[in-house]
């Protein structure tokens, strides 16, 4: 980050951001780290050759996720990230990953590749996830290839129906590129899915309407967990041809 913003969010003055919101970020990121964890660890399990894995991260915003998964013995070497957001976001992260680079110029770093797409157009998606696809079969791969879309404080932004195409583009491309493996992990809130809820005590039914949502779209919810804030949804679910 540029050292202005970086001297806000540093100590002292990160004590003047709500702590509520500051415990809402811990939550989801270190849920989302062990879903990716566990994602990995079972596609190790599986696949007997050398899998490559690949990690679409829709509205990765500034999140700096990809870059400790590349960069520290959490990655591996067949680990590649394609983060999805606005044209201005990308341009920024590029500028923070320029300064990053400027900055640690004795390490070889490895960056995620980032494609400029607004969430609520179908042709701005379909497009970049043919730049993805161009990507992924540039680089050929001894094993199975495994994918992981990672849904984080997203979809409850994006207009009405915008989620659910967003997922039907997920089915196809999963279908016409050959993925054997495909994983969605998520802390957001889908549509018509807390709806009348108030707390965490109806856990189970939101549960019981977030699988509902999840089935239409051939994905099995394998761990849910909510939480406070508007992103209270945390879970994980793997994709079944078959549903």
């Known amino acids: 980050l540029p050292p202005f913003t970086r001297m ?3 100590y002292p003055l990160c004590w003047l951001f709500p702590n509520l919101h500051h ?10 780290d062990k879903a990716l964890d566990r994602c990995l ?6 696949d007997k050759e050398i899998s490559t894995v690949e990690i679409v991260t829709f509205g990765a915003g500034f999140d ?9 013995n959490k990655g591996f070497r067949f680990l590649h990230f394609h983060e999805f957001d ?7 992260k590029n500028c923070m990953f320029q300064r990053l680079i400027e900055r640690r110029k004795s390490q070889n770093i490895q960056l995620p590749k ?3 797409c607004d969430l609520n157009h179908e042709r701005q998606i379909t497009s970049a996830l043919n730049q993805v ?10 094993g199975e290839r495994t994918i992981i879309f990672v849904f984080e404080a997203v979809a409850m932004y994006l207009n009405p129906g915008a989620t659910e195409r967003l997922l039907e583009l997920c089915n196809q491309f999963i279908h016409n590129n050959g993925i054997k493996r495909s994983y969605l992990c998520f802390a957001d809130r889908f549509p018509s899915t807390n709806a009348g809820l108030t707390d965490l005590i109806e856990e189970e039914k939101e549960k019981q309407l977030c699988q509902v949502f999840l089935n239409r779209h051939k994905f099995q919810l394998l761990d849910f967990l909510p939480k406070p804030g508007r ?7 793997v994709f079944q041809a078959t549903a």
């Open 41 to 46: 660890e079972e596609t190790v399990k599986l």
């Open 231 to 237: 992103a209270r949804q945390m879970g994980l679910a």
């Open 114 to 116: 980032l494609y400029s």
């Open 86 to 92: 606005l044209s201005h976001v990308v341009q920024s």
């Open 23 to 32: 415990q809402n970020v811990a939550m989801r990121t270190v849920y989302l």
């Open 64 to 72: 700096t996720r990809s870059l400790r998964y590349l960069n520290t």
């Open 8 to 10: 806000i969010v540093s």
């Open 133 to 142: 696809k161009g990507d992924i079969h540039s680089r050929p791969s001894k």
